[in-house]
């Protein structure tokens, strides 16, 4: 982790080399021949402060891995193993368009454990609060059941996400009335609405410093504020309105469209430089670093 201070004594968290890599990659289209260059690469690491060689040490590490892939050109795209997970995270600017009405009742997920291998264990635990599960009891954890396909649409996306082989996921409709008061208290209602006002102030405070800011400075803020507030969105739990006021959750999607396409813009000419055609800004999603560490970066 590298904390810098730019020209105006802002401080700023720089992403890890390999978090960049990723999220440079992911604003590429998905068709086949886009693909960005490693002077690419090394000249955005550069506005961060990260070594050349910590660039290519890492690109070397995540191709290892399967996190990147190479054409035969050198050129870099996103590896299929990560795919997933930045499809999940591309689809904030709709997350209203994934809730369905709540009837009341619930999805269930049980049987995540998997002994002796604590990776695939981590996965399916942040396969689960990615969706916005809560652990109701040891070993079953819940969320209401308000998303668009129901049980079959959510199993499909943990599955994809890497939820374990074998775990059950079950609608849930008779919970007794003090299992089903004490789900809904699971999450925070007050501590989310707080986030994402404040994190709608953060974007017009941004945008309002960036109006007098150098190009580069520009685009560093868009790349760590955008990463921001988009990580604040996709992990939201899309709590039904019965549970959560959704008035600072859609406010804050709205401001986060207009800032994205102003970040979009200050990027423009570097990605153009570099042939890189991307259909959003680069932001700082930190895809690689697992969702544990993705979640307590989204809370700050």
């Not at 054409?71 to 591309?90: T, W």
């Not at 560093?220 to 604040?232: D, N, Y």
């Not at 423009?268 to 930190?286: C, Q």
Request: glycine share 10%.
């Amino acid at each position: 982790m590298i904390v810098r201070t730019d020209s105006r004594n802002m401080r700023f968290v720089s992403p890890s080399p390999k978090s960049l890599i990723l999220d440079l990659l992911s604003t590429l289209p998905g068709a086949a021949g886009n693909s960005m260059p490693v002077r690419a690469l090394v000249e955005a690491g550069a506005i961060f402060g990260l070594a050349e060689n910590s660039l290519r040490v890492a690109l070397a590490r995540l191709l290892d891995k399967g996190r990147v892939e190479r054409d035969e050109r050198g050129r870099y795209r996103m590896g299929a193993v990560v795919v997933p997970l930045g499809n999940e995270i591309r689809g904030w600017r709709h997350l209203e368009a994934r809730l369905g009405p709540w009837s009341g009742g619930w999805i269930g997920v049980h049987g995540v454990t998997t002994p002796g291998r604590r990776e695939a264990r981590a996965r399916s635990e942040q396969s689960l609060r990615f969706l916005g599960f809560r652990l109701l009891v040891d070993g079953f954890s819940v969320r209401p059941d308000n998303l668009v396909g129901g049980v079959g649409a959510v199993r499909d996306r943990l599955s994809r996400l890497g939820l374990a082989p074998g775990s059950l996921v079950v609608g849930v409709s008779d919970l007794d009335p003090s299992s089903d008061a004490r789900a809904r208290r699971l999450w925070d209602p007050a501590l989310l609405a707080a986030a994402q006002r404040a994190g709608c102030s953060e974007l017009a405070e941004s945008r309002a410093r960036l109006a007098s800011a150098s190009s580069e400075q520009a685009m560093a803020e868009t790349f760590l504020v955008g990463g921001k507030m988009i990580r604040l969105l996709v992990l939201d739990p899309l709590l039904p309105e019965e549970i959560a006021p959704i008035a600072a959750r859609e406010a804050l999607a709205e401001a986060m469209v207009a800032y994205d396409d102003f970040g979009r813009a200050c990027w423009a000419d570097f990605m153009a430089r570099h042939g890189a055609p991307h259909r959003r800004t680069p932001v700082d999603l930190r895809l690689v670093d697992g969702l544990g560490k993705f979640e307590r970066v989204a809370a700050r």
